[in-house]
T-cell receptor
């Protein structure tokens, strides 16, 4: 069955530092993969998605993610974090019912 | 503006008192879904609907009902709420989730006492 693992529950980075959030998936073929962000008190917003082709995907707000089939990973990155990036981030993979299966999320805190 | 609208945003109720959380989308999406979000558990799907009059159970359907009489609306019904249904609920819609992802509503924070 499809599944998503986000190994880090909580990450703290300094403002201006680089960021990498990890996501590992379990899927039988090349999956459709997504990253969402949830700001405090808000719904989830789509950051980026991967279907096929280029393994490096660009998203909104300066985020990018790299698909690595050999590692079953789809890690989210940002070169320089801003205080407004503090939020919870969710990785998702397509499910067998055409739905999305979400990881448990990684909470990002940003130190001034 | 394209959006998914949930109401209410906040609700406190007592055990056993039936309630409905409404969800409406204005994007002509066929897929709609309800998720609940709990600390440490992420988002878990309650029910989903692929089209009008077509609904199916997600991972945690117990204690919930849904209906899809019109394309734009997908209400979530708790006929006899219990404290373990205290959670943050999200409605979402999509043309095709595995391709486009979901558009989410702003959430409904439900407390059952």
């Amino acid at each position: 069955a499809q599944s998503v693992t986000q190994p880090d529950i909580h990450i703290t980075v300094s403002e201006g530092a680089s960021l990498e959030l990890r996501c590992n998936y379990s899927y039988g073929a090349t999956p459709y993969l997504f990253w969402y962000v949830q700001s405090p008190g808000q719904g989830l917003q789509l950051l980026l998605k991967y279907f096929s082709g280029d393994t490096l995907v660009q998203g909104i707000k300066g985020f990018e993610a790299e698909f690595k089939r050999s590692q079953s990973s789809f890690n989210l990155r940002k070169p320089s974090v801003h205080w407004s990036d503090a939020a919870e981030y969710f990785c998702a993979v397509e499910g067998s019912q055409g739905n999305l299966i979400f990881g448990k999320g990684t909470k990002l805190s940003v130190k001034p | 503006e394209a959006q998914v609208t949930q109401n209410p945003r906040y609700l406190i109720t007592v055990t056993g008192k039936k309630l409905t959380v409404t969800c409406s989308q204005n994007m002509n999406h066929e897929y709609m879904s309800w998720y609940r979000q709990d600390p440490g558990l992420g988002l878990r799907q309650i029910y989903y609907s692929m089209n009008v009059e077509v609904t199916d159970k997600g991972d945690v359907p117990e204690g919930y009902k849904v209906s899809r009489k019109e394309k734009r609306n997908f209400p979530l019904i708790l006929e006899s709420p219990s404290p373990n249904q205290t959670s943050l609920y999200f409605c979402a819609s999509s043309l095709e989730p595995s391709v486009h992802g979901y558009t989410f509503g702003s959430g409904t924070r439900l407390t059952v006492v």
